[in-house]
Nanobody, 123 residues
């Protein structure tokens, strides 16, 4: 059974930092990503990483967030710095089951999802 379990969310003041973790079990993913969804908004891409360490980001978080992965632990991280109130959302970890490499920014390109972790940034 494939599972993705996120942790690390919480409440932080603007300008602060949080580190999210996502542990995958049941399979190894070539591509893993982070998405977020604020109330009343669609789920949006945040960052993704391939097993060869290629990373890419949404423009809104570039320079502030950093995605990384520990392949031996089957874990992906999202270091979030200089947080803003507009970063407030439920953050989801996702895994793509395909076996080919390529940029994936759409939620529809991912097959497995975690339960989400709440990140709240106060002003």
């Amino acid at each position: 059974q494939v599972q993705l379990v996120e942790s690390g969310g919480g409440l932080v003041q603007a300008g602060g930092s949080l580190r999210l973790s996502c542990v995958a079990s049941g399979r190894t993913f070539i591509t893993m990503g982070w998405f977020r969804q604020a109330p009343g908004k669609e789920r949006e891409f945040v960052a993704a990483t391939q097993i060869d360490s290629l990373t890419y980001y949404a423009d809104s978080v570039k320079g502030r967030f950093a995605i990384s992965r520990h392949n031996a632990k089957n874990t992906v991280y999202l270091q979030m710095n200089s947080l803003k109130p507009e970063d407030t959302a439920v953050y989801y970890c996702a895994g793509d089951r395909s076996t080919w490499y390529g940029v994936r920014r759409s939620p529809s390109e991912y097959d497995y999802w975690g339960q989400g972790t709440q990140v709240t940034v106060s002003s």
